[in-house]
């Protein structure tokens, strides 16, 4: 069973400019996640969908950021523009059962 | 949800046995105890999940209180490649609070050659 697939893993762009990050979640998950990381700290929560729907959504900072998930399978975040604070990873993952997910390995963001 | 409590770190030597506990003194009746491993350079990974007494799977066991204010996850003979961060996380199974779990700081396991 292929994983949690997620691109790309590195990401450098200077202040102000646009980066999306791209996931596509295992099959038949219907519940899809997308963290922040930053270092040293655990991953925390951006947004949630169940299958097409942003079903929580509260801790996106949506003056920037938007997230999209076509047909209830791939997803996609956006930041617009990126901020030197952004950097960190953003991990993708998606569940059957809520307690259970599974991650993928994440992107890397670097704001310059 | 509970709030959690572990240690930040901890070291081991190869071959040992590792245990990291987990206190949640707030824990409630519906509540599960799940933990997550993370490697360097990867996202957190699904170990062991457990509700009471003593869970054991293939890469851990995780031992549980009859008061379930704590849990403590057990690595048997560590080796290098058990160098880690471990999450204790703690939700109900099921409705909408499963959703809401929060993934602390966890404990760094170094795994000493």
């Known amino acids: 069973e292929a994983g949690v697939v997620q691109s790309p893993r590195y990401k450098i762009i200077e202040k102000k400019q646009p980066v999306a990050f791209w996931c596509n979640p295992i099959?038949?998950?219907?519940?899809l996640y997308w963290y922040l990381q930053n270092l040293g700290q655990g991953p925390e929560l951006l947004i949630r969908?169940?299958?097409?729907?942003?079903?929580?959504d509260s801790q996106l900072p949506k003056d920037r950021f938007s997230a999209e998930r076509l047909k209830g399978v791939d997803s996609t975040l956006k930041i617009q523009p990126a901020e030197l604070g952004d950097s960190a990873v953003y991990l993708c993952a998606s569940s059957v059962w809520a307690n259970v997910l599974t991650f993928g390995a994440g992107s890397r963001l670097t704001v310059l | 949800l509970a709030k959690t409590t572990q240690p930040i770190s901890m070291d081991s030597y190869e071959g040992q046995e590792v245990n990291i506990t987990c206190s949640h003194n707030n824990i409630a009746t519906n509540d599960y105890i799940t933990w997550y491993q993370q490697f360097p350079s990867q996202g957190p990974r699904f170990i062991i999940q457990?509700?009471?007494t003593k869970v054991t799977n293939e890469v851990a066991s995780l031992f549980i209180p009859a008061d379930r204010k704590s849990s403590t996850l057990s690595l048997p003979r560590v080796s290098l490649s058990d160098t880690a961060v471990y999450y204790c996380l703690v939700g109900p199974y099921s409705g909408a609070g499963s959703y809401q779990l929060t993934f602390g700081k966890g404990t760094k396991l170094s795994v000493i050659p």
């Open positions: 099959s038949g998950h219907n519940t």
């Open positions: 457990g509700y009471k």
């Open positions: 969908y169940e299958n097409e729907e942003a079903v929580d």
